[in-house]
Structure formats: structure tokens, C-alpha cells
């Protein structure tokens, strides 16, 4: 079975992670830390690539890089450049994995949680959502 495993973050926590703390985010990223998180997940990352469950992970840009595009009342498209103050996260990263099991990814999310960031740093859950299959890319 494949899961979409994510994790979450906000435009003040990229801010925090380049050295820039702020009432949303106050703990301030070393150089160090920095380091270490990135190694943390490249770790994991290998071990899933080692394990065969990796289908796919990326890292995503800060939410300022964001783009909506929606339609008005009259079907016009409405295009809007981020950050969106009005939403609290935000997609920052994701894999897709391949496990024999819920119980699996659940092991793989609770090991996510572990990855070192300075202390006072927000956490925020992992969320896993199935893919059921034949879920193609199809519109």
C-alpha cells in the first residue's frame, strides 16, 4: 500500500530556520542545527531508499514561493502570490512510501518526529494519508 506521509510548517518557520525568530517561531536555527536536521533526513532517507519503501520525498520552498490559482464568481481565474498569513501550516515536505502496513508507515512518522531541531521550536504532527490504488493522476 502507498502513503502520502507530510510534514507541516509555517512561513515564520523557514524565517527561524535562516536565522530570523519571530513570536510564531521564536527558537533561532543554527548553522548547526540546520546541519543536523538535514542529516537526520537524509538518513532516513536513505534507509527507506535501502528498504525499498522510498517511491518519492522532497523538501518544498517557503510558503512566501507559494502560488493559488482559484476562479471568481464569473470563472475567471484569480492567480495570488504567498505567504498566506490566513493559513497556520502548510505543506513543507512529503514522501510517498511503499509499506506492508499502516503499522509500518506509523513506525516511519513517529521516527520523522525525532528529527533534531533547537529547543523551542514548534512541532507539529506527521499526517500519513493512504493512496488507494488505481489513484491515478488523471483529472
Request: glycine residues 12%; charged residues 25%; aromatic residues 6%.
Amino acid at each position: 500500500m502507498k502513503y502520502l506521509v507530510m510534514v507541516q510548517g509555517t512561513q515564520a518557520d523557514y524565517e527561524a530556520m535562516s536565522g530570523k525568530p519571530s513570536a510564531n517561531s521564536p527558537a533561532a536555527w543554527s548553522e548547526k542545527d540546520v546541519q543536523a536536521m538535514f542529516a537526520f533526513m537524509g538518513a532516513l532517507n536513505d534507509d527507506l531508499a535501502e528498504s525499498g519503501e522510498m517511491v518519492d520525498a522532497q523538501g518544498l520552498a517557503e510558503p512566501a514561493q507559494t502560488r493559488l490559482v482559484g476562479v471568481d464568481g464569473g470563472g475567471r481565474p484569480v492567480i495570488t502570490d504567498g505567504p498566506y498569513g490566513e493559513t497556520k501550516e502548510l505543506l513543507a515536505g512529503y514522501w510517498v512510501l511503499d509499506c506492508e502496513s499502516l503499522d509500518r508507515v506509523t513506525e516511519i512518522a513517529k521516527r520523522i518526529n525525532e528529527c533534531p531541531q533547537p529547543e523551542g521550536a514548534p512541532t507539529y504532527p506527521v499526517v500519513i494519508r493512504p493512496i488507494p490504488d488505481g489513484a491515478g493522476g488523471e483529472c
